[in-house]
Antibody
C-alpha cells in the first residue's frame, strides 16, 4: 500500500534552516509528483510547492520562493523539503503528499504523510 | 489571485442530520478542478471529492459534491459520528489553493 513516512519533529531557532524528509513506499516513486503542504497550529492548509521526483524539477508558491528548496534521492525513494531563514510564524506541521498520475489531476492530493511538527522558538 | 471562501466557519449538527458546506471562489475554477478533504484532529487530511463531484476511492456515498464556476457545495446526507471533523475545499491545477475550512461539530 502507498505510504509516505516523514522524519520526526524538529525544534529550531529563528534564522536557522530545517530539512524534512519523506520516504515513499508501495508505488513507483519517480512516477508521481510530491507536494509539500503546511498547517500552522489551529489554522488551515497552505500549499508550499511540489517536486517531480523523476526530473528533480520543482515549483513553489510565491510566498516561499527563495526560502524553500525541494530535492529528492531516487535511490532511496525519498523527497526532502528544506526551509531556510526560519521565523516564529513558520511553526507548523509540514506534510508531504502525493499527486495522482491521471490526466487532469495536477496538484490534487491522494495520499498524505503523517506530518512533521517544526517549532521555531528562541 | 483566486481566494476560496468557505462557509459557514462552524456547523453545529447532530448525527443523522444533513450537512451542507459551501466553497466560493473569487474567480471561476477552471475545469471544475475543485476537491474536498476531511481532516480529523491529529490526522492528515483525506481526499473525499475531486472534479467537484467525483468521490475518491472508498468514500461512502453519503458524501456528494456539486457546483461549477465559482460556487461549490459538499453535502453529507446523514451525518455519522465519524464525520465530525474539519472540511477543506481546494482548487487544484497550476495554482493550488485551499479554503479556510468548515468545522462540523456535534
Amino acid at each position: 500500500q502507498v505510504q509516505l513516512v516523514q522524519s520526526g519533529a524538529e525544534v529550531k531557532k529563528p534564522g536557522a534552516s530545517v530539512k524534512v524528509s519523506c520516504k515513499a513506499s508501495g508505488y513507483a516513486f519517480t512516477g508521481y509528483f510530491i507536494h509539500w503542504v503546511r498547517q500552522a497550529p489551529g489554522q488551515g492548509l497552505e500549499w508550499m510547492g511540489r517536486i517531480n521526483p523523476n526530473t528533480g524539477g520543482s515549483n513553489s508558491a510565491q510566498k516561499f520562493q527563495g526560502r524553500v528548496t525541494m530535492t529528492r534521492d531516487t535511490s532511496i525513494s525519498t523527497a526532502y523539503m528544506e526551509l531556510s531563514r526560519l521565523r516564529s510564524d513558520d511553526t507548523a506541521v509540514y506534510y508531504c503528499a502525493r499527486e495522482p498520475s491521471e490526466p487532469g489531476t495536477t496538484s490534487l492530493i491522494d495520499y498524505w504523510g503523517q506530518g512533521t511538527l517544526v517549532t521555531v522558538s528562541s | 489571485e483566486i481566494v476560496l471562501t468557505q462557509s459557514p466557519g462552524t456547523l453545529s449538527l447532530s448525527p443523522g442530520e444533513r450537512a451542507t458546506l459551501s466553497c466560493r471562489a473569487s474567480q471561476s475554477v477552471s475545469s471544475s478542478y475543485l476537491a474536498w478533504y476531511q481532516q480529523k484532529p491529529g490526522q492528515a487530511p483525506r481526499l473525499l471529492i475531486y472534479g467537484a463531484s467525483r468521490r475518491a476511492t472508498g468514500i461512502p456515498d453519503r458524501f456528494s459534491g456539486s457546483g461549477s464556476g465559482t460556487d461549490f457545495t459538499l453535502t453529507i446526507a446523514r451525518l455519522e459520528p465519524e464525520d465530525f471533523a474539519v472540511y477543506y475545499c481546494q482548487q487544484y491545477g497550476s495554482s493550488p489553493l485551499f479554503g479556510g475550512g468548515t468545522k462540523i461539530e456535534i
